[in-house]
């Protein structure tokens, strides 16, 4: 190979209810909507990781091994030993299984498993040599919105989904959401909770996946990045050009449809 790997920034599970799966992982666990295509996927994502959770209703999760060890587990990690207490805590008033109380590993890291809705095994956990590089994970403190048009056909988001998926793996390293702004879900406001609370942030770059500075860009934007100022203060919120006016995305754009012509 000549490019080494970027790392893993997407994972999958089955699920056997997908309504309830997505409500535990946006509502429980603070991921973030990311989208929503039919009534047998959804895509939810944290810190520039996304799980797709796909819909088997019979589904049934992998056996716990003898001990009550979890070799097959997703690790949710956060930033200290006191937020895995937090958690934990905040556990005990609900009814998500936790399996153990949080405890120190050989490795120094400290945490505990617990389960979604079908069982599949998550743990949560602090590890502190992760946090040696953090420094240099998000060099700038900054994080990415792709901020859409949005349309009531799911199918419309699929190219947006396809731009944020190559973006995560050019640049792995920095939070990407995805938000809209009519017709589809999440919304900027509902994407910046999330977003924010998964590293050091202090700039977010909302970048208009429009071909060029409409209405849309001009007049509806700047109130929605007044509004996002306004609810995060500590945060500098920058509001790009749209991204079709970049020459390097219209550059592309004529190579494309020349290979079109080529083609015939």
């Known amino acids: 190979m000549t490019d080494s790997p970027l790392g893993i920034r997407h994972a999958a599970l089955a ?6 799966s997505v409500a535990f992982y946006t509502d429980t666990l603070g991921f973030t909507p990311a989208y929503v295509t039919s009534a047998d996927w959804a895509m939810v994502s944290m810190a520039g990781t996304t799980l797709s959770l796909i819909l088997v209703p019979h589904f049934k999760p992998p056996t716990v091994n003898e001990g009550g060890s979890h070799p097959a587990h997703l690790g ?3 930033p200290s030993m006191e ?6 805590r905040r ?16 490795d120094g890291s400290y945490g ?31 994080a990415i919105v792709l901020l859409a048009h949005g349309s009531s056909d799911a199918r419309w988001a699929a190219p947006v989904v396809a731009l944020m998926a190559r973006l995560q793996r050019h640049a792995a390293d920095i939070p990407v959401a995805m938000a809209f702004m009519e017709f589809a879900s999440p919304k900027l406001a509902d994407v910046l909770p999330g977003l924010l609370a998964a590293a050091d942030i202090r700039r977010v770059r909302v970048v208009p996946v429009f071909l060029s500075s409409g209405g849309h860009v001009s007049h509806d934007l700047p109130p929605l990045i007044t509004a ?22 219209q550059d592309a754009m004529a190579s494309a449809i020349i290979d079109m012509l080529d083609s015939h």
């Open 76 to 78: 949710i990690v956060l």
């Open 112 to 142: 505990f498993y617990l389960t979604d809705p079908d069982g599949n095994a998550l743990e949560s956990i602090f590890i502190p040599y992760r946090l040696k590089g953090a420094a240099n994970a998000v060099p700038s403190g900054e």
């Open 83 to 88: 937020a895995v207490d937090d958690l934990h």
């Open 91 to 106: 556990l005990g008033y609900t009814d998500v299984p936790t399996l153990e109380a949080p405890k120190h590993h050989r």
């Open 15 to 20: 699920v056997s209810d997908l309504a309830r």
């Open 228 to 249: 996002a100022r306004a609810a995060h203060p500590g945060v500098d919120f920058v509001l790009a050009p749209a991204i079709g006016e970049h020459p390097a995305v």
